[in-house]
């Protein structure tokens, strides 16, 4: 058997981002934890943590954290059946996974909760970067992920969640005074967008769709999902928001659809291992009807 | 003077992330945008750009590109006074801001939303990382951050904008799970908190003020302000969570604070650079008007 002592020390350091923090975590020095990285480093004669705030893993190093996270969740799963096995204080686990903005901000959080509620173990969310959630899965910084990419990444298996109905929405006071002949091609080339990262296309997606062309938008960023909602409520400018979340503010007349009737459908889906962990079947289980229940069927 | 042709395709590939994008919002090709940024690297004789996904500027290339936008501001001042003097089609100066994920989801909306309406301006605003804050603001990736950090960074301005005040909160059901004997170290060390990312020590904050010992907490990590909120309230972890946030779930009684009467005050900066510059200086006055209305004084 590998000396899991050793590998415990480097995906707490990976985990927590730094010798100090992982130390305390584990109830060791950091000096102990240092020399445990070290170790094994120099036993496999490659760097396994890049030292810097935060500490990030190489390659390699994220090899050796997958399968700690791996052998973790297998240990779980036997000591539920064999409780007596457990040993004093034995280290919870962490799944880490990557979770779409808006699906944070409305549908998922049951899932996790659900989740949460029947396991022991801890989930370290992380927000999807779209162009970097391939390289994530297959790297295994992530289990899993709640994304739009529909092809299954090497190693993963891709099930179809349901799609999120987004509405182009703005103030009453934005459309009065960007859009008083109705929204036009060239009214949305000065109107402010709101756009959630550079990543973010569903704007110019959107335009696309109702125009067939692709328009230059002038873009306010905006990397928070309820602050993106706030903000068109405030007038900053008009973007892409999830339906279950403008839904009251568009009731009380707070907001206005640009046009009316043409919602962009953005289909979503759950990739994760296709290691045979049976933890993560539950938690795919909760995502699922999580999902079912907070997402429209897709076209 | 400078070739402003040239300044400008660095600054909109580093804006957008790509070369494509780029030559979208400059209206060119992306093959002339290439050629621009290339020109000014042979010119200079180094890097200015990291071609990759996303591309990002060198250190010499944020000098150049916060040189454009320091113009940009200037030129915009100008053109108030002078509105004859636009080109057509004149480029819309993007303003680089850092704000803390909880005073993006509470008290700073109204001064952008303020800003936006008086200026012509974008504003592109980041989540600011702690850890990087000082940094982005001395090399001027960044004019202004809205940070927990006082002390001025090199360069910059640091101005008080009072205390935001932090209750840890947790559902009825979590309590009764957790703390079903008060709210004791030894529990803590137990019931899953919630923490925004790695550099997030609000929680560890309280305790130690609580408590006058640092524990290990087991996190659930959920880099979202408002996710927070509703995690808190479906029973995830217990959380440092905004007084004004969580308000009114603690009437309605599905939160209640772990310890009454033991806030956390976190007492923030506007730190923005010396540059003399007026568009700034107006959005700086925007951004005390709104925390003054919902932020506390600091001790």
New interface residues.
């Given amino acids: 058997m590998l000396d899991y002592s050793l590998l415990a020390a480097i995906a707490a350091v990976v985990r ?3 010798f100090e ?1 992982a130390a ?2 584990l ?1 060791l020095s950091p000096s102990a934890v240092s020399q445990r990285v070290k170790l094994l480093e120099d036993r496999l004669g490659q760097i396994l943590v890049v030292r810097g ?2 500490c990030v893993a190489t390659e390699a190093g994220r090899h050796l954290c997958r399968h700690v996270e791996q052998v973790g969740m297998l240990e779980q799963d036997l000591l539920g059946a064999m409780p007596a096995l457990a040993p004093d204080g034995l280290g ?1 686990i ?1 799944l ?1 996974l990557a979770v779409n ?1 808006d699906s ?2 409305t549908w998922f ?2 899932a ?2 659900a989740f ?2 029947a396991e022991s173990a ?6 999807e970067d779209q ?1 970097h959630t391939a390289e994530s899965l297959r790297s295994g910084e992530v289990l899993a992920a709640v994304t739009d990419l529909a092809e299954p990444v090497q190693g993963c298996r891709s099930l179809p969640l349901g799609a999120m109905r987004y509405l182009a929405t703005a103030s009453p006071a934005f459309v009065a005074r960007y859009f008083p002949a109705g929204v036009t091609a060239s009214a949305l080339c000065q109107a ?1 967008c709101l756009r959630f990262s ?2 973010d296309r569903l704007q110019l997606g959107w335009v696309k769709q109702q125009f067939g062309q ?1 328009l ?1 938008l ?10 993106f909602v ?2 068109t409520i ?4 008009w973007g892409m928001n999830p339906a279950s979340a403008v839904q009251q503010a568009l009731a009380e007349g707070r907001l206005l659809t640009l046009l009316p009737g043409a919602p962009l459908m953005l289909p979503l889906y759950w990739q994760y291992t296709r290691q045979p962990l049976p933890m993560l079947e539950r938690l795919t289980q909760a995502v699922l009807a999580a999902a079912s229940a907070g997402l429209e069927p897709a076209e």
Same sequence: chains 1, 2.
């Fill in positions: 927590e981002g730094s923090r305390r975590s109830h705030s935060p919870r962490t880490r903005a944070l901000a959080l049951p996790a909760a949460a509620e801890l989930l370290d969310l992380r927000l162009a402010p550079q990543q692709e230059t002038p873009p306010h960023g905006l990397p928070s999902a309820q602050a706030d903000a405030a007038g900053l400018g």
